[in-house]
């Protein structure tokens, strides 16, 4: 047997922390509302049910406002899910039993999930599940996801629910003039064919739900009645006051669903998040301590990542160089082969894994940032200053998922619930350095700045940030005009980031990181290494190969910028491909100098200090690679604006670097 | 009764939710939050930037714009 749950629920409740527990996954778990933008899917075994279970965006009602809401909403009304999981936040029952409601209102099967109860406990909220169980006609089950607790329990009543028939739907009064319209309204929809129970319909239509309303604006049958239309009519005239009366409705229930049943002590305790939070959202400290977060997280990622650890993976990198040349010559391999590993593969995959050890560490430190509940704060000290380039705070987080990778960067603007607002969201998204750029930066300081390492980083990183907001600003003048939406989130309390988060997020990012260099990176390696020997004759990675001619014809662009080398214009273009393939690309054509510090003395020796600024600055910003184009596309829903993000970067990062060079040159620097 | 908009209260005052006068949107959108009538919030912080309320144990950030259009009174 085979069934589908559902886990639904407010966001940051808990969902994915319980999704990965159950099927073993490793979907991202973060402390911050809006975590999860797409349904994931994965499978347990429980007896002998095999259960597909299906995690969800958070949400905090069925009539959703934003995209991901959106697709919560959407599997759940079209999903046909057996059972419900919902799960809810201990903390906050009553905010999080209304989407409850709403679930047992259109007679879904629910088990209730009652999460973090060691959290409620901790505040001294005393809750009878009991009661709430019987009131709801539901089972409720405490659990924390966070360490398996409940899980077992939580799984036999699914199935049990499951399996039962279902048991009528709860009726909710909404006061005598609702009610009496309801019944009329559900009375004439019972003419209709419908997928969905015709109390419901009436429900949602009395509550304006725009997606219920056109299900039942389209049916014939309906139109053709006269006493339908002219309900129809009396509704939507009145159609602000039923809303908001049907949403006081259902509190009204659940506050009697939780009378008693729910104890807080009379003075809440103050927790260590109310004394965290007087700091870190201090309104002039704010944003410095923001900054200064930043700095350590690089400063630490240069410190253990690039001095303690850089050293060892690099030599690593070259025994193991060694070791394959010497392989393949004790083994006759023809000279190509041998030349394709040591020049080819080695010199230009290597320079990529060589980072790996810094990948680690940065995302290490992202994860800690994420699984604490800083990443709401920040997004509330931006606030304001990203009111004055005409964005909104929520904006912000979208920009820092984008440093680990631009890809779910872009997702996490699904959160944002006016167009406006996400389009531009969307569009700057790609100046937000990801980690993929940092091999790229990494070789350039250990060429002309390795003192200042920690330092430099953060600079490219805060450059980044403020390109963004120009362009934010800029086109919140002219290509999305409209008003600043509104800015509603919620601050969930500071937690201790658990071990097995952190690993698992770094994992993620890192496994990426190691299978582009696998796939992407090898494959355009492969393919620039034979543009590189060919035609036969030619010096290899000479300026007559036809990538030295490739390279040519591109290089005079790069001129006014200081660097209108064949091989920079050649790294530059096949970071398209993915960003890492840069470093891949000048470690290859630079191969074979002189053996040692390769790449890092052969830059030293045709870049300089100058050059390489504004080299780094065209790869901050320059187009994005082709996944983000591709999320762009599917995001945006068009390719026309994949093909504008990859224009205007391009000018942008072009702009820049040659006025980096140009006035660098004036000032006198070399 | 006495409406005064929240973005006018002082830190640690308390407070119930009277009426909403934001778009349609955003009056749903805060409802379903937990800003329904008669929800009793706590002004946790309201300096400079968006208004840190509390509402059944937990905290929310409301944009300063949002918060001179949510209309409470005073306990
Ligand atoms: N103390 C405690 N923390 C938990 C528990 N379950 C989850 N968490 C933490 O709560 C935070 C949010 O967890 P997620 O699983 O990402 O929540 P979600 O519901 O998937 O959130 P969205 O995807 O944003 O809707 C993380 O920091 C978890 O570590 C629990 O039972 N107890
Ligand atoms: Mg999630």
Known sequence: ?670 | MNYSPLVDLHEGVTCKVARIQAGRTATKRLYEMGFNTGARIKVLKNDRGPVIVGLGGHKVALGRGLAAKMLVTKE
């Not at chain 1, 191969?591 to 003395?601: D, I, P």
């Not at chain 1, 068009?638 to 000032?667: D, R």
Request: hydrophobic share 50%; proline share 4%.
């Open chain 1, 1 to 670: 047997m085979s069934i589908t749950i559902a886990l639904v629920g407010n966001p940051n409740s808990g969902k994915t922390t319980l999704f990965n527990a159950l099927t073993g996954s490793n979907q991202h778990v973060g402390n911050w509302p809006g975590v999860t933008v797409e349904r994931k899917e994965g499978q347990v075994r429980h007896g002998n049910t095999v259960c597909r279970v299906v995690d969800l965006p958070g949400a905090y009602s069925l009539g959703a406002f934003s995209e991901d809401e959106m697709v919560a909403r959407e599997f759940i009304l079209t999903g046909n899910p057996d059972v419900v999981i919902n799960v809810i936040d201990a903390t906050n029952v009553e905010r999080n039993l209304y989407l409850t409601t709403q679930l047992l209102e259109m007679g879904a099967k629910v088990v209730i999930a009652l999460n973090m109860v060691d959290e409620a406990k901790e505040r001294e909220i005393s809750i009878d599940e009991k009661a709430l169980a019987r009131r709801l006609g539901v089972p409720v089950i405490p659990t924390v996801a966070s360490r398996r607790n409940g899980l077992e329990q939580l799984m036999n009543a699914a199935l049990a629910v499951a399996s039962a028939p279902r048991n009528g739907h709860v009726r909710l009064s909404y006061g005598e003039s609702i009610d009496d319209k309801l019944a009329k309204l559900t009375n004439l929809l019972k003419a209709g064919r419908w997928d969905y129970p015709s109390g419901w319909l009436a429900l949602k239509v009395m509550e304006g739900d725009e997606y219920v309303r056109k299900i039942v604006a389209d049916e014939q049958s309906m139109q053709r009645s006269k006493e339908f239309l002219r309900l129809w009519d009396e509704i939507a005239a009145n159609e602000d006051y039923y809303q908001l009366e049907i949403v006081d409705s259902r509190y009204r229930f659940v506050g009697e669903v939780t009378q008693d049943a729910v104890r807080r002590p009379a003075v809440a305790v103050e927790t260590a998040t109310d004394k965290l939070d007087r700091i870190l959202t201090h309104k002039y400290w704010g944003i410095p301590i923001f900054a200064a977060i930043m700095f350590v997280v690089f400063q630490l990622t240069f410190a253990i990542g690039q001095d303690f650890l850089g050293e060892w993976m690099a030599s690593a990198v070259e025994y193991i160089g060694e070791f394959l040349e010497s392989l393949l010559l004790t083994v006759n391999a023809p000279q190509w082969l041998v030349d394709f590993t040591g020049n080819g593969i080695i010199a230009g995959v290597g320079a990529v894994v060589e980072f790996v050890p810094l990948i680690v560490i940065l995302y290490l430190l992202m994860g800690l940032l994420e699984d604490s509940g800083y990443m709401a704060r920040a997004a509330y000290v931006m606030d304001n200053t990203m009111r004055a380039v005409g964005l909104q705070g929520k904006t912000f987080i979208s920009m820092i998922v984008g440093f680990g990778c631009n890809v779910p960067g872009v997702m996490a603007t699904r959160t944002l619930e006016s167009k406006k607002d996400r389009m531009i969201a969307i569009l700057i998204n790609p100046f937000m350095s990801c980690g993929a750029k940092i091999p790229i930066y990494l070789v350039f300081i250990a060429a002309f700045f390795p003192a200042y390492g920690g330092a430099a980083l953060f600079a490219m990183y805060a450059l980044g940030i403020i390109v963004a907001f120009i362009m934010g600003k800029i086109f919140s003048k002219t290509l999305f005009k409209g008003e600043v939406s509104h800015f509603i989130m919620e601050l969930p309390p500071y937690r201790m980031p658990t071990l097995g988060t952190v690993l698992r997020s770094m994992w993620d990012n890192v496994s990426g990181f190691l299978t582009r260099a696998g796939t992407t990176i090898f494959a355009v390696v492969s393919l620039l290494w034979v543009l590189a020997v060919l035609p036969g004759g030619v010096e290899p990675y000479g300026p007559e190969s036809i990538l030295g001619q490739i390279g040519l014809a591109i290089a005079p662009i790069f001129k006014p910028a200081g660097f209108g080398t064949w091989q920079a214009s050649v790294g530059l273009f096949s970071g398209i491909a993915a960003k890492e393939a840069v470093v891949a690309t000048l470690g290859m054509v630079y191969a074979g100098v002189e053996e040692g510090m390769e790449l890092v003395m052969s830059i030293r020796e045709v870049f300089t200090p100058l050059t390489a600024v504004s080299f780094m600055v065209m790869t901050l910003l320059y187009t994005p690679c082709a996944a983000t184009l591709g999320t762009i596309r599917k995001e945006t829903g068009s390719g026309k604006w994949a093909l504008f993000s990859a224009l205007y970067s391009f000018g942008v990062a072009w702009a820049l670097a040659v006025v980096v060079f140009q006035v660098g040159s004036l000032l006198g620097f070399a």
